[in-house]
Each structure stands twice: as C-alpha cells, then as structure tokens.
C-alpha cells in the first residue's frame, strides 16, 4: 500500500489580510516545489493560530500520523501603541514552540513581528525576504527529520 504524500495545515492570521496573502503565497509556492500537500486555514490574529493548532491536533487532524504531520503558521504583528504588540508576538511564538514540543510536531513559524507595514511587505513580499516561504521551509526540514528519525529507529 502506497503511502500518501506529506501534508501540512497551514493557518493564517487574517488580521492584515494583504500581507497574510503574499506570506501564503510563498508558502505554499514552496511547499508545491518540494511536492508537499497543503489544506488551509484562517484564523482573525496570531494569538488564535496557536489555539487553532491545538484544535487541529485534538481533532487527529494534524499530528505524525494524522492527515497533516506539519503545520506552517502565517500572520504578522506590527508594533503600536501599547504593550499588546510584546504579549501577542511573544505568547504566539511561545505557544506554537511549546505545542511542536509537546506533540512532536514539525512547525513553521511564519509569524512577522514588524515595526511597521514597510517592513512587513520586505519580509512577506516573494520577490523580499519571502518569510512564508522559508516559514514552509522550516516545517518541510522538520518533517523530513522526523522521518530520518524514524528509519532509524526502525519504524
């Protein structure tokens, strides 16, 4: 019986829906280069992706032997006024590290923490940084690991 495909779920905070398209974007233009499947999901902000990682890994919906055994996480967070900026980028980087710890799982954090929106579209923007690109990289060399592991340790 053939093995299906590698898969991941990628989630995007729609709070700054332009920015989160060009992140996708680059995303999923890598994972499709590297032969990796994908499913989408939408969340309003970054501190919901964390929780929607969650979700997805209590459904068995994503997990090392579930239909997604990665999860590629896409937003931005741009600095304002107030503290918000420092609890929102600081716990939805903390959340997703300790959920891949938790449970294994390969995670990409795509997740932009900008001063503004010109620095934002520098590191979004496929033809800048394109950081959903290397945010898709970084769960692809973490999946693929987890699969080295595996042979040899002989399962």
């Not at 898969?7 to 332009?18: F, K, M, Q, T, W």
């Not at 939408?42 to 090392?64: F, H, K, T």
């Not at 420092?86 to 716990?91: E, R």
Request: glycine share 10%; net charge positive.
């Amino acid at each position: 019986m053939a093995k299906p495909p590698p898969s991941v779920l990628i989630i995007e905070a729609r709070y700054y829906e332009d920015i989160s398209n060009e992140l996708a974007r680059g995303a999923t233009e890598e994972l499709r280069l590297q032969g990796i499947g994908f499913e989408r999901a939408s969340v309003l902000g970054a501190l919901e992706i964390p929780v929607a990682v969650s979700a997805a890994v209590s459904a068995g919906l994503l997990g090392p032997r579930a239909r997604h055994q990665g999860c590629v996480a896409l937003g931005c967070v741009i600095r304002g006024e107030t503290s918000h900026y420092d609890i929102v980028a600081g716990d939805s980087a903390r959340a997703l590290l300790d959920l891949g710890v938790t449970h294994s799982l390969p995670v990409g954090n795509g997740i932009l923490t900008v001063d503004n929106r010109d620095q934002a579209w520098v590191r979004a923007s496929v033809d800048g940084k394109n950081k959903g690109r290397d945010a898709a990289r970084a769960c692809a060399g973490l999946m693929e690991l987890a699969r080295e592991f595996k042979r040899k340790a002989g399962r």
